[in-house]
């Protein structure tokens, strides 16, 4: 199956700072990715669509100045939290759509490993 | 009210006994099914899709759908520790790459020797 790759997949930092975080189709390409943030015994949680060579769509909800979103190329998407505080301690996942097989049904997604954000 | 609805467990099962996970859900918009395994800190692994009706097969997993009931499930037979995960049910309204998935909360279930 299509592989993306989610990187890093633990990050430590004090409040204040900011991580970046990069989700990568290894295989194909992906014009959208999709970012997810989970909370312990949660459900994944869509923050944003990621566009290639166009802005992030936002849920409601999630600050777009807070969380940075750059599609740069067809296999590249960062997320950047921006000034994370404790509160932004969570895990953010990554997906990307390929095209599968089965009529009625045209794209599967496959997910990055994620990244466990701690805010110190 | 959520728009999917997925008891979080846990559920504890013995080696070889039938698993039957299941979600509702209260959106008659959704015609996509999917269920994930998601093994601890790790992204969720697709393991079946349907978008019909009825029971899908793929080795030890059976998707079962109920449209009219709103009403999806998840069956492992012969379940293996390796089963030990947890399992998130998801759907969508329709096909297309920007289309979104609604997830279930996942139930953990632990398959025990």
């Known amino acids: 199956g299509a592989v993306v790759s989610q990187h890093p997949s633990r990050v430590i930092c004090k409040s204040g700072t900011s991580v970046k975080i990069e989700c990568r189709s290894l295989?194909?390409?992906?014009?959208?990715m999709f970012w997810y943030r989970q909370f312990p015994k949660q459900s994944l949680m869509l923050m944003a669509t990621?566009?290639?060579?166009?802005?992030?769509?936002?849920e409601q909800g999630v600050e777009k100045d807070k969380f940075l979103i750059n599609h740069a190329s067809l296999t590249l998407s960062t997320l950047t939290v921006t000034s994370a505080h404790p509160e932004d301690s969570s895990f953010y996942i990554c997906?990307?759509?390929?095209?599968?097989?089965?009529?009625?049904?045209?794209?599967?997604?496959?997910f990055g490993s994620g990244t466990q954000l701690s805010v110190l | 009210q959520k728009e999917v609805e997925q008891d979080p467990g846990p559920l504890s099962v013995p080696e070889g006994a039938i698993v039957s996970l299941n979600c509702t859900y209260s959106?008659?918009?959704?015609?996509?099914f999917m269920w994930y395994r998601q093994y601890s800190r790790k992204g969720p692994e697709l393991l079946m899709y349907?978008?019909?009706?009825g029971n899908k097969e793929d080795g030890r997993f059976t998707a079962q759908v109920d449209k009219s009931s709103k009403y999806i499930s998840l069956f492992i037979r012969d379940s293996q520790p390796s089963d030990s995960a947890t399992y998130l049910c998801?759907?969508?309204?329709?096909?297309?790459?920007?289309?979104?998935?609604?997830f279930g909360t996942g139930t953990r279930l632990q398959v025990t020797l």
């Open positions: 349907t978008y019909s009706s």
């Open positions: 990621s566009n290639e060579g166009s802005k992030a769509t936002y």
């Open positions: 998801a759907m969508k309204r329709d096909t297309g790459t920007a289309s979104k998935l609604t």
């Open positions: 959106n008659s918009a959704f015609q996509y």
């Open positions: 295989d194909f390409q992906a014009t959208t």
């Open positions: 997906s990307a759509p390929s095209a599968g097989t089965g009529s009625g049904f045209n794209e599967k997604l496959f």
